[in-house]
């Protein structure tokens, strides 16, 4: 497994930014995936996360109704559409695949993860 995430940037407050995991084995096709955000100083949460089909997913409570996780298995890729960004959601985002088809909360449940994208929200 190959995860490459992109889509990060530095934006305004109330902007929007759409992060992408692409896995160019299209290992992850299987497999429940998982977006985290580190923030410095703090410990790596999970933000969302999405089964194999796409057909449940998880949201941490801070981001809820503002963070939308989908997925396009033809292109072996999961997005991480983020609305009204505020400052609290600067962290690099890492994407990360799950042992089995449905997605993990904890870390342990994750068995390939992608280098990380750097989200700056500014106020």
């Known amino acids: 497994v190959q995860l490459q995430a992109s889509g990060g940037g530095s934006v305004q407050a109330g902007d929007s930014l759409r992060l992408s995991c692409a896995d160019s084995?299209?290992?992850?096709?299987?497999?429940?995936v998982g977006w985290f955000r580190q923030a410095p100083g703090k410990e790596r949460e999970l933000v969302a996360a999405?089964?194999?089909?796409?057909?449940?997913?998880y949201y941490g409570g801070s981001v809820k109704g503002r963070f939308t996780i989908s997925r396009d298995n033809a292109k072996s890729t999961v997005y991480l559409q983020m609305n009204s960004l505020e400052p609290e959601d600067t962290a690099t985002y890492y994407c990360?695949?799950?042992?089995?088809?449905?997605?993990?909360?904890?870390?342990?449940?994750?068995?390939?993860w992608g280098q990380g994208t750097l989200v700056t929200v500014s106020s």
């Open positions: 999405i089964t194999w089909d796409g057909g449940s997913s």
């Open positions: 084995r299209r290992t992850l096709i299987n497999n429940g």
């Open positions: 990360a695949v799950a042992r089995g088809d449905y997605y993990a909360i904890p870390e342990s449940g994750y068995i390939y």
